[in-house]
């Protein structure tokens, strides 16, 4: 019976996962399975900006991961929603459009210049593959594209509440920043989108409905992967289940895993990659001893504050009821209306403990009362506007283990939000400057009162932290690259499982260190760099050597 047999084989369909997949298509000329495990992302609430939020506490097209109860967090757990759905983050995220900072790529490369085989990862590196992927509807210049495929927008609607918080923290201070993903990332103003005229512009849409008919390109849903095959230490292939059938699927070049930072090296580990320890406690047979996979994880916390509104100002019920119908009714008959944002419009990124200095934290205002589903109920549902702060640069660590051999079992993890004192430090601090923006015009004459958190002083900040901390959806780093010195490092620089050929990491599991803003961005731009080692490598053995790795106990 003949196998199923691909050029390259693609595990995830997440953001890294559709460019990396797409672009081996075209213009690599390849033949490619794409593997997904969640589902189409042809939904109308998943196409229009705001419609995630009537999805995102519970439908198909998440994945939820409770974390382990976190002891520093007085036990308390928290859910880290994922994509479970072609496109992945970008199909069901709010749809920022942000790059991070030079220097962040920057010290990716001065950390990866190190290793024998070094690639390029400075900011005037990545920076051509963000040019490359982005169709920008308003900027065009050395640091920005406009014939990229995915569609890169100003938000279609404002609301007054996030122009008065642009007006507010100007007063207090800081500069308007036209693009966060310009020169300098400091200062407030007002986010792009990654959508055009109301509709999503995910990695689906933008890198795998085009070669719909393209038969050089297979693309499984619901179809859950299981291990990497290896033999003789090469990667050959993947196992995978779909519709209750045991599949294998084999590959005569690579097999590219882009599975999320939080599935990713759950696989490795199913795959007999891993720590060995680990992985004898589940009875899987060590192939690869990495230590690394699973560690360092890292995420951005957020933690919000908010205000009761002293009119109808802000997006109070816009989703429900006559409301509801009335913003349909603007967007199909003129185009307008709150349908065209995705809830926020506005942003800030500073330092609040040294004000001149690269910014620690980055904020966004939303329009009404939002707490996390796990917090429903703290506050009164009324008119409001809230304020999240997030530490861009966390330094608190987490890890994600596995539960069981069993691969229908989600993995253990443990982010450990604000652990780390200075995560906590830095986030008190943004917490005191954007409860003054709250005091200050012209937000102030908009706003009742203050409703959480209800006292300001140190103790009483950092337990509000501790009890609402939760995630930004931006976990990373559980297999990153490194120097071939680091016992820690799972990848080498061209993003190589050490230790199997013809294996790699495409995903965010695989950056040294966490971007400071959002992610979904950076990830397309790994999928795509991941694409250009293949190609460059001419697809076949010339880039599928096994790597060095170090071998523990």
């Not at 997440?14 to 997949?21: N, P, R």
């Not at 900011?123 to 014939?147: K, P, S, T, Y």
């Not at 200050?440 to 140190?458: F, G, V, Y």
Request: hydrophobic share 40%; proline share 7%.
């Amino acid at each position: 019976m003949p196998r199923d047999e691909y050029d390259f084989i693609v595990v995830g369909g997440g953001a890294s996962g559709c460019v990396v997949a797409a672009r081996l298509v075209n213009p690599g000329g390849y033949r490619v399975l794409l593997l997904e495990a969640g589902h189409s992302h042809h939904h109308p609430l998943l196409d229009m900006p705001p419609g995630i939020f009537k999805l995102i506490h519970g439908s198909k097209y998440m994945r939820y991961h409770t974390t382990t109860p976190q002891a520093h967090l007085d036990g308390r757990t928290h859910e880290i929603p994922q994509g479970n759905v072609l496109g992945g983050g970008s199909s069901v995220n709010a749809q920022v459009y942000m790059r991070g900072r030079p220097s962040d790529y920057d010290g990716w490369h001065d950390l990866l210049r190190h290793n024998q085989e070094a690639a390029d990862w400075s900011w005037q590196a990545v920076l051509a593959h963000f040019r490359r992927i982005e169709g920008n509807d308003r900027f065009n210049n050395a640091l920005h594209g406009v014939d990229g495929p995915l569609l890169v927008s100003d938000p279609g609607h404002v609301d007054d509440f996030s122009r008065w918080f642009v007006q507010t923290v100007q007063a207090m201070g800081e500069p308007f920043n036209p693009d966060f993903n310009g020169p300098s990332q400091r200062g407030v103003g007002f986010y792009q989108f990654t959508n055009r005229k109301g509709r999503r512009s995910s990695a689906a849409y933008a890198y795998i409905e085009p070669l719909e008919h393209d038969t050089r390109l297979t693309v499984m849903l619901n179809a859950e992967v299981s291990r990497v095959v290896i033999e003789n230490g090469v990667a050959v292939g993947v196992a995978f289940r779909q519709r209750g059938q045991e599949r294998i699927a084999y590959a005569k070049g690579e097999i590219i895993v882009g599975a999320g930072a939080l599935v990713t090296p759950k696989l490795l580990m199913l795959s007999g990659i891993g720590p060995a320890g680990e992985l004898a406690q589940h009875g899987i047979r060590c192939q690869v001893a990495l230590p690394g996979v699973g560690a360092n994880l890292i995420d951005h916390p957020e933690v919000p504050i908010t205000a009761i509104a002293s009119a109808k100002h802000g997006y109070f019920r816009q989703g429900v009821g006559w409301r509801m119908i009335k913003n349909g009714l603007q967007f199909r008959l003129f185009g307008s209306g709150p349908i065209l944002t995705a809830g926020f419009e506005a942003g800030a990124f500073i330092n609040p403990l040294e004000r001149d200095g690269e910014p620690t934290i980055q904020a966004f205002p939303i329009p009404i009362v939002y707490l996390d589903r796990e917090a429903h109920g703290a506050l009164e549902d009324t008119y409001g506007l809230t304020i999240t702060t997030v530490v861009v640069k966390p330094k608190s660590r987490g890890f994600v283990k596995l539960r069981s051999a069993d691969p229908a079992a989600m993995p253990i993890v443990s982010p450990h939000l604000l652990k780390d004192e200075d995560d906590m430090r830095q986030m008190i601090a943004a917490q005191r400057f954007f409860l003054d923006a709250f005091r200050a015009q012209p937000l102030a004459r908009r706003l009742a009162r203050i409703a959480m958190p209800t006292r300001e002083d140190d103790e009483s900040l950092r337990q509000h932290c501790k009890r609402f901390v939760k995630t930004n959806y931006h976990p990373a780093s559980t297999c990153r690259m490194g120097t071939d010195s680091d016992p820690m490092a799972v990848l080498d620089a061209r993003m190589r499982v050490r230790g199997v050929a013809g294996l790699r990491v495409c995903d965010m599991s695989a950056v040294p260190d966490i971007n400071a803003g959002n992610t979904n961005a950076p990830a397309m731009m790994l999928g795509d760099r991941c694409a250009d080692f293949i190609m460059n490598a001419g697809g076949r053995q010339t880039d599928m050597q096994a790597l060095p790795h170090r071998t523990h106990p």
